[in-house]
T-cell receptor, first 115, second 115 residues
Framework: SAVISQKPSRDICQRGTSLTIQCQVD?????MFWYRQQPGQSLTLIAT?????????ESGFVIDKFPISRPNLTFSTLTVSNMSPEDSSIYLC????????????FGSGTRLTVV | AQKITQTQPGMFVQEKEAVTLDCTYD???????LFWYKQPSSGEMIFLIY??????QNATEGRYSLNFQKARKSANLVISASQLGDSAMYFC????????????FGKGITLSVRP
């Protein structure tokens, strides 16, 4: 299965600033998925990132707040913009390298605290 | 639309005993995949087991087995011989079969293993 390196693992940020999270995959994948996990909650999909086109955002998430880049088939970034304490969450990237038959692989997560 | 339901409150099990974590799902699609993930306090998402909607046999992976009852739309996870390291959040998830399909998660169940 694919291995994902996600950075940073955690950060404490001031409100009003932005943080960019990176995910590097050790193999080429068509789609990368970005999730948010608010404290004590389940994972919610933010957007799906396809190389060469704009990301597809889920209801409740907008590009201005969560811009995503996908410059090639092994790398993606998610930016959390103009942060507020409500953005304090774990952010995870995920890929599905095998058509769903062997489990989606997740990055180790970025634990973000906004103060 | 897909929906995953996990309604159990926090679960407790004695070390070395078996435990069943419940999951029901709702979809009108005939081809789908069901997954269980473990999330320890570190926040990483660990893939445990996969069941395809057309699989006739229940999936097993070591101490994990999936009790798949398609007519009842349930996909319960059975953990045998519980270990202290099994204490974590457990998420049931679902996707449409095929590459690049997003995962939809249940709200999760907290499992605590008592020594």
């Amino acid at each position: 299965s694919a291995v994902i390196s996600q950075k940073p693992s955690r950060d404490i940020c001031q409100r009003g600033t932005s943080l960019t999270i990176q995910c590097q995959v050790d193999s080429q994948v068509t789609m990368m998925f970005w999730y948010r996990q608010q404290p004590g909650q389940s994972l919610t999909l933010i957007a799906t990132a396809n190389q060469g086109s704009e990301a597809t955002y889920e209801s409740g998430f907008v590009i201005d707040k969560f811009p995503i880049s996908r410059p090639n088939l092994t790398f993606s970034t998610l930016t959390v913009s103009n942060m507020s304490p409500e953005d304090s969450s774990i952010y995870l990237c995920s890929v599905d390298p095998a058509g769903g038959f062997f489990g989606y692989t997740f990055g180790s997560g970025t634990r973000l605290t906004v103060v | 639309a897909q929906k995953i339901t996990q309604t159990q409150p926090g679960m407790f099990v004695q070390e070395k005993e078996a435990v069943t974590l419940d999951c029901t799902y709702d979809t009108s699609d005939q081809s789908y995949g069901l997954f269980w993930y473990k999330q320890p306090s570190s926040g990483e998402m660990i893939f445990l087991i996969y069941q395809g909607s057309y699989d006739e046999q229940n999936a097993t992976e070591g101490r994990y087995s999936l009790n798949f009852q398609k007519a009842r739309k349930s996909a319960n996870l059975v953990i045998s011989a519980s270990q202290l390291g099994d204490s974590a959040m457990y998420f049931c998830a679902m996707s449409f079969t095929g590459a690049n399909s997003k995962l939809t998660f249940g709200k999760g169940i907290t499992l605590s293993v008592r020594p």
